[in-house]
């Protein structure tokens, strides 16, 4: 089941904190045929975030909060991103065709996002339901990694701060880091909270107005057991006081979700509508809709 693709790590822990890994694992269950990519491919950037996983299971040890980290490989369809937009199920990667997602019919799209994508969501946004029951506004921490090259340029930074409008948790952090001295830190590097998080943050946090920050650790640093357990320990250190502001555990009250509305099209629509690719997906993008039927549960 794809539930088993989805690792609950540390689930009783104490801290009002939710740490999540998009991209844990390389699992494909259907088999490397099916992708038609070799093993070293899969086990390259483009199929998970490579030491990712280590480091959220670190920081949930030092933290005692819990995490949730998805194994399945994001070459079936990546977790991160809305189902149909672009990069939710990637035709080529970094000069790597991925032959088996070319011309996919409907039918395969709403498999995969039923199996792969739908169990994830779900699992955070419970995680999420569970904290609110008690009356408790978690904070989300969200790990993720980058390859050192992309399209042959070198990128500097050991580790990034990703953040837009609520900086509750990444003006601290950023502060924190840069006073060690002894890391090349990027601020919205190697990508800009600004432009886009991606589907998880801006779903479960940026909406919600829940206090949140996204780790970038490029792989060099984190690959090897012993580099992903430093910056573990570097990111507890860093998120240590900011966590113990009780202050910190309310509600944004700005809007997070504003500066992508004036730059582009955003429609109001949850995640359950995403997963049963509402009326507005099937209008604007001719794809038929999933059975609500086959979704629940």
Not at 75 to 91: K, M, V, Y
Not at 185 to 196: F, I, K, T
Request: aromatic share 8%; net charge positive; hydrophobic share 40%.
């Amino acid at each position: 089941m794809s539930e088993s693709l989805i690792e609950h790590f540390r689930p009783t822990g104490r801290a009002p904190v939710l740490l999540l890994c998009d991209h844990a694992g390389k699992l494909v269950p259907e088999g490397l045929a099916y992708l038609g990519i070799s093993e070293a491919d899969l086990s390259r950037h483009i199929g998970w975030d490579i030491g990712a996983a280590t480091v959220t299971r670190e920081l949930a040890r030092h933290l005692d909060a819990p995490a949730l980290l998805d194994h399945a490989s994001r070459l079936l369809i990546d977790p991160n991103r809305r189902p149909f937009s672009p990069g939710s199920i990637p035709e080529e990667v970094d000069g790597t065709v991925i032959v088996g997602n070319r011309n996919l019919p409907p039918r395969e799209i709403r498999r995969r996002i039923r199996r792969y994508w739908l169990p994830y969501h779900r699992a955070i946004a419970r995680a999420i339901a569970a904290f609110r029951r008690r009356g408790i506004v978690p904070a989300i921490v969200s790990v993720h990694s980058f390859t050192p090259r992309l399209n042959g340029r070198f990128r500097p930074w050991q580790i990034g701060v990703l953040w837009r409008s609520d900086r509750r948790l990444a003006g601290p952090v950023l502060a924190a880091l840069r006073a060690r001295g002894d890391l090349v830190v990027g601020d919205n590097e190697p990508y800009s909270g600004e432009n886009a998080f991606g589907h998880t943050i801006e779903f479960h946090a940026q909406r919600t107005r829940l206090p949140h920050i996204m780790f970038e650790l490029r792989q060099s640093e984190i690959a090897e057991p012993d580099g992903a357990r430093r910056f573990a320990t570097i990111l507890a250190e860093v998120l240590a006081e900011p966590l113990a502001d009780p202050a910190l555990y309310r509600l944004f009250d700005g809007d997070t979700l504003a500066p992508l509305r004036r730059r582009r099209f955003l429609p109001r629509i949850g995640w359950r509508h995403v997963a049963y690719l509402s009326h507005w997906s099937e209008q604007r993008l001719g794809i038929p809709s999933v059975d609500r039927g086959a979704t629940e549960g």
